[in-house]
């Protein structure tokens, strides 16, 4: 079964996301608010992907958001990152573009991105 870890701030979103897909029997998904102990439930769960938002609140922006997933490289290196973000933000996506391009995430998507589409990509991860 693989472990797919949902790093949001909002819930509503994460738990529509894990509606959608609750009825794939080799996926299981993890809602982890706290960045700070991702790395953690990652290892403990040993996920195989994690979908990481970057907030539009303090503290959870891109740069800090980027720093999680080097640290995640790190750590995890077998689980795939896909970053969720903000399209209106240029310059957070402008950073998720180089960290793609660098191999720093596996890929990105937009907040606007249809539920059907983010079951899909991580599905495919």
Do not use: W
């Not at 472990?3 to 701030?9: D, K, N, S, W």
């Amino acid at each position: 079964m693989q472990t797919i870890v949902l790093v949001m701030r909002r819930r509503l979103a994460a738990q529509g996301l894990m509606r959608k897909l609750r009825d794939d029997p080799g996926f299981q998904f993890v809602f982890e608010p706290s960045y700070s102990i991702v790395a953690e439930t990652i290892r403990s769960r040993n996920a195989g992907v994690a979908l990481i938002e970057i907030a539009l609140t303090a503290g959870h922006d891109a740069v800090r958001c980027l720093a999680l997933c080097a640290q995640l490289r790190r750590q995890a290196p077998l689980c795939k990152l896909l970053l969720m973000c903000p399209e209106q933000d240029t310059a957070a996506v402008a950073q998720a573009v180089e960290a793609k391009r660098e191999g720093r995430i596996d890929d990105f998507v937009f907040y606007d991105a249809s539920a059907e589409y983010l079951a899909f990509k991580l599905l495919s991860m």
